[in-house]
């Protein structure tokens, strides 16, 4: 398991497809202040609400200079099918082998009803133009996390 990361840490660099199936990387966003977000599995009930909240707000985030990335270990197909289903507007990006939520220190050891497994920990990281991270946050709970990160980036007064 990758170490956390912190503030001021270079944001690791990736190249992902996403819903569409187009390569992204985070160099393509370089002079753009970005949000990425890791969740565990399209189409579930927390990762929808998370989803949905960032849609919701999407304007009011792009307005203040923010793209918003979602990042799960779901396959291209599965992506498509959920930003379709959920009339997602920004885009989702396919990390089936978890290298990207490795280096960025979301895949780890996860407890269940008593079970330990490894899996996908919903984490959310603010990259700065420069291509360094300005917040990180990890174990973010999907109902309300939208609304608390944009308190935490003084978007609401």
């Known amino acids: 398991m990758a170490e956390r990361l912190i503030p001021g840490d270079i944001a690791p660099d ?3 497809q996403d ?3 187009k390569s992204m990387s985070l160099g393509d966003l370089r002079g753009r202040k970005t949000i990425l977000y890791f969740y565990p599995a399209a189409s579930t009930p927390g990762c929808t609400k998370e ?3 960032f849609r919701d707000t999407l304007g ?3 307005a203040a200079g923010y793209e918003v990335v979602g990042v799960s270990p779901d396959p291209v197909k599965a992506l498509a099918r959920f930003s379709e289903e959920e ?10 082998d978890h290298s990207v939520a490795e280096a960025y220190g979301a895949w780890g050891e996860k407890k269940n009803y008593g079970r330990s497994y490894m899996g996908l920990i919903r984490s959310t990281f603010v990259v700065d133009p420069d291509g360094k991270l300005s917040l990180a946050q990890y174990n973010v709970r999907a109902t309300g996390h939208v609304a608390k990160l944009r308190r935490d980036l003084k978007l609401d007064k």
Do not use: H
Request: proline share 0%.
């Open 14 to 16: 990736f190249t992902l």
């Open 19 to 21: 819903e569409t199936g």
């Open 51 to 53: 989803a949905c909240d």
């Open 60 to 62: 009011s985030l792009q």
């Open 87 to 96: 009339q997602l507007t920004f885009r989702l990006l396919s990390d089936e």
